[in-house]
């Protein structure tokens, strides 16, 4: 790796850090830029616009997100039923909301038109998916694909859910 190549790699980190704690919301080019330990001409000569300094940071947060729930799930695959109770028993936890929040918000701005929020938060998730097939026990890559597809569903409806404070009714469907 390169001298520019590792100074990237840490600003990468600490971007991801910075955003994780203050939202997207947070993340115009002069805060982004005191965050990193640097000016924001700097900042640019690392990346060549505020937009991939973004992607380079929801994919790090994603990377992180991915290491986690590998981490935190059974070796070996699981039928679905027990795959989303261990999902939804550490990812809506306080310690993994950050994480969390930040998809919403992408979810959310892919909503409300933003073309570039709505390609990123599709690579997201299908990335998502991928992981999800891998970690299911199907009778078939056809019914692993459906599985996968229900898991990711329910996850991210019970993610919505619990934004609006319906935690109760998650418990309820677990």
Do not use: C, H
């Not at 994780?20 to 690392?46: F, V």
């Not at 981490?71 to 999902?87: G, I, N, S």
């Not at 056809?142 to 019970?158: H, N, T, Y």
């Amino acid at each position: 790796m390169s001298k520019i190549d590792t100074r990237r790699a840490d600003i990468v980190q600490r971007l991801t850090d910075y955003v994780l704690a203050e939202g997207l919301s947070a993340a115009s080019l002069r805060p982004l830029a005191k965050a990193a330990g640097t000016s924001d001409r700097m900042l640019l000569y690392y990346f060549k616009d505020k937009s991939e300094i973004i992607t380079a940071v929801l994919g790090e947060i994603s990377a992180r997100l991915v290491a986690l729930m590998t981490d935190r799930t059974a070796p070996q695959p699981l039928p679905l039923d027990e795959l989303r109770r261990q999902l939804a028993g550490f990812l809506f936890d306080d310690a993994l909301w950050p994480y969390m929040r930040i998809w919403l918000d992408v979810a959310s701005r892919a909503a409300m038109g933003d073309a570039y929020y709505r390609n990123v938060g599709e690579q997201i998730g299908r990335g998502f998916l991928e992981w999800g097939k891998m970690q299911l026990a199907s009778d078939s890559d056809a019914q692993r694909d459906i599985d996968a597809a229900r898991l990711f569903v329910s996850i991210e409806g019970m993610l919505f859910l619990k934004s609006i404070g319906l935690d109760d009714v998650n418990a309820k469907a677990l």
